[in-house]
């Protein structure tokens, strides 16, 4: 079992930058590939980016691609999605995700956290 909770989310100006972080507790963190994943209103789950368990493979959503940056510190239990260059389209709450895949898509992921609301204003 593994508890996840995000944090870091809030308003922004457009082209501002936020990092979210996601801790996560229990079993065997580093033996989980972690994906980020967000819910704009009335919209259905987006995968943002996805990382490795070892954090040796990253991958990205296009509209993401050069702007987000997902990473991990197993030592510290917690991955991490650092989103540059903000947009008014990038605003959505945003999920962390725990698996045994490294896949985009979100019904192989196992576990996840609640949620954080990032707001992108213009």
């Known amino acids: 079992q593994v508890q996840l909770v995000e944090s870091g989310g809030g308003l922004v100006q457009a082209g501002g930058s936020l990092r979210l972080s996601c801790a996560a507790s229990?079993?065997?963190?580093?033996?989980?590939?972690m994906g980020w994943f967000r819910q704009a209103s009335g919209e259905g789950r987006e995968f943002v980016a996805a990382i490795h368990w070892d954090g040796g493979s990253t991958g990205y959503a296009d509209s993401v691609k050069g702007r987000f940056t997902i990473s991990r510190d197993n030592d510290k239990n917690t991955v991490y999605l650092q989103m540059n260059s903000l947009k008014p389209g990038d605003t959505a709450v945003y999920y962390c995700?725990?698996?045994?895949?490294?896949?985009?898509?979100?019904?192989?992921?196992?576990?996840w956290g609640q949620g954080t609301q990032v707001t992108v204003s213009s």
């Open positions: 229990g079993r065997s963190f580093s033996s989980y590939a």
């Open positions: 995700a725990a698996g045994m895949r490294y896949t985009v898509y979100s019904d192989h992921y196992d576990y």
